[in-house]
């Protein structure tokens, strides 16, 4: 009977090492062979990939513009035309706690004499208290962008989608428009000492003996 001849150690290590060279090359041969495709397009030239197009946005849309004092509007039920007086005086009997700090503007840079139930823009054009907006960005035009594009006032809506912007009044009071001082407030108060949260700190915390 025939015995087979025992392997000799070496075989296996030199499959092993023959396998894993053939493996080596393969791999080599395959990263070679991406770094030579060309791109169709060209070296310069951007791929171009299908994009979703996105509906029109909505215009943004005017909120209406406060009322007007009832006390003071219609303007006409107190201001009679023969009684207009054109010149920049100090303002008395009924207006006399209306702060006028507008620049060097008097009443009639922006009423009109003849019709004061309107507002009157620079070229003598006429439009309505509800027009205001038009007025205030005849010499803020720096501004009139800005609001336009909702950096400059109170817009609220989606950022894709219907939008409601506010027209001047709405923050500023058009006789004195600037923005008064603005008392601090004090901080905020730490959870321990809102009332209903009370709680001790660890360093009070009383460890009673069992």
């Avoid at 909120?63 to 035309?81: G, I, K, R, V």
Wanted: proline share 12%; charged share 30%.
């Amino acid at each position: 009977m025939e015995t087979e001849a025992p392997r000799e150690p070496h075989d296996d290590g030199a499959r092993i090492r023959t396998t894993t060279w053939f493996v080596l090359g393969i791999a080599a041969m395959a990263v070679l062979g991406l770094f030579s495709v060309r791109c169709e397009l060209g070296p310069n030239v951007a791929r171009e990939y299908p994009s979703r197009t996105l509906p029109p946005e909505p215009q943004p849309v005017l909120m209406s513009a406060p009322p007007p004092d009832e006390d003071y509007y219609p303007c006409s039920d107190c201001h009679e035309l023969e009684d207009r007086n054109p010149q920049p005086r100090e303002l008395e009997d009924e207006h006399d706690d209306l702060e006028l700090a507008h620049g060097d503007l008097w009443c009639l840079s922006c009423h009109d004499l003849a019709d004061s139930d309107s507002l009157k823009l620079s070229d003598e054009t006429l439009v309505g208290f509800d027009e205001s907006w038009r007025l205030c960005t005849q010499c803020h035009g720096n501004k009139l962008a800005e609001w336009r594009a909702g950096v400059h006032g109170k817009r609220t809506g989606y950022w894709w989608g219907p939008k409601e912007y506010r027209t001047c009044i709405v923050c500023h009071n058009p006789h004195s428009p600037a923005w008064k001082p603005i008392e601090p407030l004090p901080p905020p108060r730490p959870p321990q000492q809102i009332a209903g949260r009370v709680r001790a700190e660890p360093s009070e915390v009383r460890h009673e003996e069992p």
